[in-house]
């Protein structure tokens, strides 16, 4: 069974500085999706990376898949009280051609203003 | 805007009960999945489905059961709720057989079962 671990559980940062949080696999990803969940709502996609090496921007957002496919990172710069929220990496694979999502526990990020 | 609509977002239900949670989408998906997600432990996955009547259980099955009679609706059902099943339940639906496809989620149904 495959694992996602992600670090830290909690960070708690004021408004205008940059983090970075990090997703580790126990296996291969099959494809990488960083999902936000804000209080209240359910997840909503923020990217998918499915090659090694790969480097997305999203705004302030900054999303790394290493080389060998097992960890990702995810940077925001100049965080704002908007990136509040539980920021979630899952694994997009399984049964049938990649239908089932495993999640890692999320990183509960706050930005104090 | 395209969505996943699920009947209730507060409930409270008794020990004992037979409880049914409603989900419903609009965008003509394949598969839908109904997780619980519970602090410290994340999102967990119940039972999806990838047609009509079609299912499979997924890692924490027990206690739970689930109907698709239609593929724009999949339901979870709670055959005797017991204590431990009060937590966050999220229903979701994506398109079949695309890694670069997301899931889009509802917006959650919180049970308590007292």
């Known amino acids: 069974t495959q694992l996602l671990e992600q670090s830290p559980q909690f960070l708690s940062i004021q408004e205008g500085e940059n983090l970075t949080v990090y997703c580790n696999s126990s296996s291969v990803f099959s494809s990488l999706q960083w999902y936000r969940q804000e209080p209240g709502e359910g997840p909503v996609l923020l990217v998918t990376v499915v090659t090694g090496g790969e480097v997305k921007k999203l705004k302030r957002l900054t999303f790394q898949f290493g080389d060998a496919r097992k960890d990702s990172s995810l940077h925001i710069t100049a965080a704002q009280p908007g990136d509040t929220g539980l920021y979630l990496c899952a694994d997009r694979g399984g049964f049938q051609g990649a239908q089932k999502l495993v999640f890692g526990q999320g990183t509960r990020l706050t930005i104090n203003p | 805007d395209v969505k996943v609509t699920q009947s209730s977002r507060y409930l409270v239900k008794r020990t004992g009960e037979k409880v049914f949670l409603e989900c419903v989408q609009d965008m003509d998906h394949e598969n839908m999945f109904w997780y619980r997600q519970d602090p410290g432990l994340g999102l967990r996955l119940i039972y999806f489905?990838?047609?009509?009547?079609?299912?499979e259980k997924g890692d924490i099955p027990e206690g739970y059961s689930v109907s698709r009679e239609k593929k724009e609706r999949f339901s979870l059902i709670l055959e005797s709720a017991s204590t431990n099943q009060t937590s966050m339940y999220l229903c979701a639906s994506s398109r079949a057989g695309q890694l670069n496809y997301g899931y889009t989620f509802g917006s959650g149904t919180r049970l308590t079962v007292v």
């Open positions: 489905s990838y047609d009509v009547k079609m299912k």
